[in-house]
């Protein structure tokens, strides 16, 4: 701010104009008329646009993000959408309109957030956009004449913004396109609409057009004003007249810059470029008052070469206002603008047929000139535009907006003034004049940004806790800062230093951080041909970096180019339109007006009138002072120092310490060695500004100074009503800058606080507390700080925020296939807190404080009813719930200590696959959450936890063990699964409920089979008291160790009482085991573990059925060289040698082959069973003739029939 720039009491919230989502920009291709002479014929075409903006490069980026021309129309019968933004794109051939209310109706199930993209086949003229409304449908109506001169009415149901399927017709049912008769041969110059079937055109030799649509002929009938068509004149053609350039074409100085019809409807009013107010009386056709815009009468025909002409390309220079009931005689009134001498005039208009009589001036005593020069410090400027309030109390009360332009640079200014006090207006009009603050997202606002990486020097970079690419992606990624276009536009020229050889699939594919990483890491090795070490790549990256960013800005500055001033009287509040932005004009809390008028505050001289009406209060003032003071004394700081302390107050107040608050705050000092870098000058320059002794600082002031951060409602909620897009957009963006002005505000406040709790040891002066302010400005501080990384972090898995955004994200999730990632950026703090945006209550005419008021009461709600802890820990759920680990991860540093929010940490490390930590964290928390007195209905807001699940907290140890075992399950964390099953198991007591035992039992045998772990899972088994379940885990074990190879293991078990169930399943396994070659060997195993229980005729046995096994299935029985018959004999001939002689036998079921009888089918009676007794002997014969069909066959000698059967030998 300069010298004397004002007042700055509003400030800009920049918003961003993208798409609402892929596929929400619709364009159409608009027909020429056939007649057109100028343009080849196109053919109209709708096409849905997927937004892609890699590989576009700057001339594409300006054709499509950067308006010339733009506005906003705001209708006035039809609520919803009723706020439309509009900008002419791509040399003037796109039209470009979408919604940008802030709110609408809660019972609206769609929101009107589609971008309708117009393209024309002839650029549009300057000045030749207007927009209607009609009354008798819920529609816009958009009237545009074109270079071609045809005139296109456009008709655009409410429908075409909310629901895609609603433009797909035919375009010429609503495009209707026309050349009138009345702009042949001629340039049409403005357009203005006053109403769906009602036109002013003004033309390049003066005319003004009337242009009426007949609905009989389906064509614009009109009538044509002109000062010559009364005239002798009129028999000479116009040109002989002066002229000026404008478009490529020479405009007559008679031709009507401005133009209106007045409140009666009886009069057309105009000013032409020759500074003459003109009035025709639209009945007649003739004209009626002519003046000159500074009250000279007939200016316009007493000098007709008058050199002085207004330049055409000036957007605003009339405004027409009716006041109800009439003031000082006069139907209406006309405020005009002259850029000849910068000056306003009031014209009270009595009989505009009358140009003697029939106009007064309304204040003849005072120059109303805008004192621009000192505000802007400059001597050349112009009037781009301007809105003129009336209010109440009509000209008593009368506001101003106006836009100037000096070179580059435009401002917004703002005057409320007296015009009927003449004392009153005319010191009003030098001194009152208040500034509109462009805002942080400026080039000039974003090299201020503490967080902007140019700030520091490379080496702060570098020795940065995070490198510098972190740090640069952080800064140029934040929400809401630069557009996807932008980046990536500003990608593609910085790849341009790259030789096409180096262009790795890096560079062409993954996310677009990953993209400019690899370029940046790319240019970066390329700068430098030896081998670089960490320290010198670090610095040729960081100079990449600040290459890149280069770009950036510059496709950032071109982004803000100012187009125009738009006044919402519905809500009494303006709008400035950019080149790629929107700004909602705000009021400035007074926290930030203490901020932006730093040198009024300071100063000892009067505030100027609107600053006395901010800070009335006689405290206020000193309240002022103490911020301004604080922020200067810690900017004056080494920034080493800044940054230092910074990080000890984080640490101090993230971590839980067993000290008193002034060990705390000595701690701090010491480690930042704060007082050590603070110098004499410093101090001195702190005094100046504070006005005081630091001694005579109260805590009552610096207590004042926090509650200017604070909210005070005011007025009742409305719940009828749910936030739109742009309304949440401009909602995140003031909060964030809330949100990062309170931040530098308490860091300002605790620095100072610290140095003067050094500097005043030993001193304890009555009025001031440091710990009392210190414990004051550390938990503002710590919510604070927990809100701004809400504000600043995206997330992927977004939620709605509006009944209307539920009914899109289904849409979305099922026409994407993507379930919970929608293609949008959303904050977490707009995730979490974006539903509630307007359950709030909002004082009724707030006009521009409406967002300041928004953003404040919205932040504030965070911790409105519940305490820190709650907030944070229903956070931490809400993002544990929609699967965010890595930011719950970052997150997890807000979480107390308390046990829910250790709970919280074990399912973040759970689902980031540190199962350790997880595991230390839930038994941790085990305790307190198994007793009654903790509710997980009041704990878990987020829905973490089942309702099934929910049954297993505050009902004892094994419940809750039971619960987090189940989490390990999942997760296929079979160990620490086990761990949890046996902690529940040993936290059972005598007559616990013995289905929880059971299942505990049971969820531990199955993780301890899953870790091989046979022992714990044989205990468990042998535990069990169902003996179904018990036999079913014992089958278990046992597959399960055979397959494992622990066959060994196996057989140690004791099995007591269990014996028989082993042996039968064995048994069982034996029968069913196809291939004794390659399958399981369980008929080994049986028959060890009968020997081990010294059933020898059992081992006997079984070996003998699988003898008989072998003898049918083994592909190996004739080969000699296969001794498993052998052996098989040999082991059972030596089982059956351990007992008696008389027990030496087996019963065996033996096949033997005979006929079956008739009725038997084919092959059933083939082989039958036959149990027989077996003897030691019998055994020892067949050892003996397998020992001899062995021999036979290595001799040569072949059976010819069933080795079984009799052998004849050859």
């Known amino acids: 701010m300069v010298k004397n720039g004002g007042t700055c009491l509003y400030k800009e919230a920049r918003l961003n104009i993208e798409p609402a989502f892929p596929g929400s920009t619709i364009a159409f291709t608009l027909p020429a008329s056939s007649l057109s002479t100028f343009v080849l014929r196109t053919t109209a075409k709708r096409t849905v646009i997927t937004e892609q903006y890699v590989d576009q490069d700057e001339d594409a980026f300006a054709r499509r993000h950067l308006a010339t021309e733009g506005s906003m129309f705001f209708r006035r019968h039809h609520a919803y959408p009723r706020s439309f933004l509009w900008r002419v794109l791509d040399n003037r051939k796109m039209l470009e309109i979408q919604a940008t209310d802030l709110d609408h109706d809660f019972s609206n199930k769609r ?70 008769a009345l702009f042949s041969g001629r340039v049409p110059y403005r357009l203005v609409a006053l109403g769906v079937d009602d036109l002013l055109v003004t033309l390049d030799d ?17 009538v044509r004003y002109q000062h010559s068509n009364w005239s002798v004149r009129g028999l000479l053609s116009w040109k002989s007249q002066p002229t000026v350039r404008f478009d490529n074409a020479d405009f007559s100085v008679s031709a009507a810059a401005a133009v209106a019809v007045s409140p009666d409807a009886q009069h057309i ?152 006090d003449p004392v009153a207006c005319t010191q009003a009009w030098k001194n009152n004049w208040v500034s509109v603050e462009s805002g942080p997202l400026t080039v000039d606002g974003l090299k201020m940004n503490p967080t902007n990486p140019n700030r520091q020097d490379g080496n702060a970079v ?191 107040l993230l971590q839980s310490r067993s000290l008193t608050i002034m060990d705390r705050m000595e701690d ?26 630091v001694r005579d600082l109260s805590t009552e002031t610096f207590l004042r100074a926090i509650r200017t951060l604070g909210h005070e409602e005011q007025g009742l909620a409305n719940r009828r009503r749910q936030v739109a897009r742009y309304g949440l957009s401009a909602l995140i963006r003031v909060s964030q800058e809330t949100l990062e002005a309170d931040y530098n505000t308490l860091l300002d406040l605790l620095v100072l606080v610290l140095f003067m709790f050094v500097e005043l040891e030993g001193e304890t002066p009555e009025e001031f507390d440091a710990s009392e302010v210190f414990v004051e400005l550390i938990d503002q501080f710590k919510d604070c700080l927990t809100v701004s990384w809400m504000a600043s972090m995206v997330w992927a898995h977004q939620t709605a925020t509006s009944p209307a955004t539920e009914i899109l994200n289904k849409i979305l999730s099922e026409l994407l296939k993507t379930g919970k990632k929608f293609p949008f950026t959303q904050t977490v703090l707009e995730g979490i ?68 929010s250790t709970y919280l940490k074990g399912r973040m490390h759970l689902a980031l696959g540190e199962n350790a930590l997880a595991s230390i964290c839930f038994q941790k928390s085990a305790f307190n959450l198994a007793l009654g007195m903790f509710n997980i209905e009041d704990a878990d807001s987020a829905g973490l936890v089942s309702e099934v699940d929910q049954n297993s907290f505050s009902s004892g140890p094994a419940r809750y063990y039971s619960h987090v075992l189940g989490l390990f399950e999942k997760t296929r964390a079979y160990t620490y699964a086990a761990d949890f099953a046996r902690l529940g198991l040993r936290s059972l007591r005598g007559r616990e409920d013995e289905e929880l035992k059971t299942d505990l039992l049971q969820r531990l045998f199955s993780a301890s089979i899953q870790t091989s772990n046979f022992g714990e899972a044989y205990s468990a088994m042998t535990r069990h008291s169902d003996a179904a379940l018990k036999h079913s885990s014992l089958q278990t074990l046992i597959t399960s160790m055979v397959s494992q190879s622990h066959t060994g293991d196996l057989l140690k078990f004791p099995f007591v009482g269990l014996s028989d ?92 082959d005979e006929a079956g009888p008739p009725q038997w089918g084919i092959g059933k009676g083939k082989k039958l069973l036959k149990r027989q007794i077996i003897t030691l002997d019998t055994l020892r014969k067949e050892y003996q003739a397998e020992l001899d069909r062995v021999a036979a066959i290595e001799s040569g000698q072949f059976p010819f029939v069933d080795p079984r059967d009799d052998m004849d030998i050859l």
Not at 206 to 222: F, H, L, P, Q
Not at 864 to 873: I, L
Request: aromatic content about 10%; charged content about 25%; glycine content about 4%.
């Open 111 to 180: 929101e009107a957030n589609l971008t309708l993209l117009l393209q024309f086949p002839s650029p549009i003229r300057p000045f030749c956009v207007a927009f209607a409304e009609p009354t008798d449908r819920d529609a816009l109506t958009v009237f545009a004449i074109t270079t071609a001169n045809e005139l296109y009415t456009i008709t655009l149901p409410r429908d075409f913004f909310d629901n895609p399927a609603a433009s797909e017709q035919d375009v010429e049912n609503w495009c209707k396109r026309s050349e009138p």
């Open 206 to 222: 003066g005319a003004i057009c009337r242009m009426r649509w007949d609905t009989d002929n389906k064509v614009w009938d009109g």
């Open 269 to 420: 009013l105009s000013i032409s470029l020759d500074h003459t107010l003109r009035a025709w009386n639209v009945s007649s056709g003739k004209p009626g008052l002519q003046m000159d815009l500074l009250g000279q009468m007939d200016a316009a025909l007493e000098k007709p070469n008058n050199s002085y002409f207004i330049g055409p390309s000036q957007s605003k220079l009339m405004t027409v206002m009716e006041i109800p009931d009439g003031v000082m005689g006069a139907k209406y009134f006309v405020g005009t603008y002259s850029p000849k001498q910068h000056q306003f005039k009031f014209w009270g208009i009595v009989d505009a047929d009358d140009s003697k009589d029939g106009v007064y001036d309304v204040q003849p005593d005072v120059d109303l000139i805008p004192p621009v020069d000192e505000l802007m410090d400059t001597t050349v400027w112009t009037m781009e535009e301007f809105h003129i309030i009336v209010g109440p109390a009509r000209w008593q009360t009368t506001e101003m907006w106006i836009r100037v332009r000096s070179g580059p640079s435009s401002r917004v200014y703002y005057l409320s003034f007296n015009l009927t």
């Open 462 to 652: 570098i020795q940065h806790e995070s490198g510098s690419s972190e740090q640069w992606l952080g800064f140029l990624f934040y929400p809401g800062r630069f557009t996807t276009a932008t980046l990536e536009t500003a990608l593609l020229i910085f790849k341009r230093g790259l030789d096409r050889t180096r262009l790795s699939k890096s560079l062409s594919r993954g996310s677009l951080k990953e993209r400019i990483c690899a370029a940046v890491t790319a240019l970066a090795g390329k700068v430098q041909n030896s081998d670089l070490d960490a320290g010198q790549f670090e610095n040729a990256a960081v100079s990449q970096w600040q290459g890149f960013y280069g770009i950036v800005k510059d496709l950032h500055k071109r982004r803000g180019e100012s187009l125009s001033l738009a006044y919402d009287e519905a809500t009494a509040m303006p709008w400035l339109v950019l080149s790629d932005h929107i700004s909602a004009i705000r009021n400035c809390s007074e926290h930030e007006i203490t901020a932006l008028n730093t040198t009024a505050i300071s100063a000892s001289q009067q505030l100027t009138r609107p600053l006395q009406r901010i800070l009335e209060q006689p405290e206020s003032r000193d309240v002022a002072r103490l911020l301004n003071a604080a922020s200067s004394f810690r900017q004056r700081l080494p920034l080493f120092v800044q940054q230092e302390v910074e990080r000890q107050i984080k640490m101090d």
């Open 668 to 693: 701090i000092e010491n480690r930042s060695e704060l007082l050590q870098h603070v110098s004499d000058e410093d101090l001195s320059i702190l005094l100046e500004e504070l006005g005081t002794e």
């Open 833 to 900: 807190y974006g539903h509630r945006s307007l359950d709030l209550p909002f004082p009724k005419d707030q006009k521009a404080n409406i967002l300041t008021y928004w953003s404040r009461a919205w932040i504030a709600s965070v911790f409105s009813d519940q305490n820190y802890d709650s907030v944070v820990e229903d956070s931490m759920g809400i993002l544990l719930f929609q699967k965010e680990y890595d930011l719950a991860l970052d997150f997890a540093k807000f979480l107390p200590d308390g046990n829910w």
């Open 1061 to 1152: 169930d082993v042996d039968a399943i064995l048994l069982s396994l034996c029968q069913k085991t196809l291939n004794l070659a390659s399958g399981p060997p369980y008929h080994q195993i049986l028959y060890s573990f009968r020997i081990a229980r010294n059933n020898f005729r059992g081992a006997a046995s079984i070996l003998h059925e699988r003898l008989q096994r072998l003898k049918t299935t083994s592909s190996k029985v004739h080969d000699p060289a296969d001794e498993s018959l052998a052996q098989c004999y040999l082991m059972i001939i030596n089982t059956l040698s351990s007992v008696r002689q008389e027990d030496a036998y087996i019963l065996a079921e033996q096949r033997v």
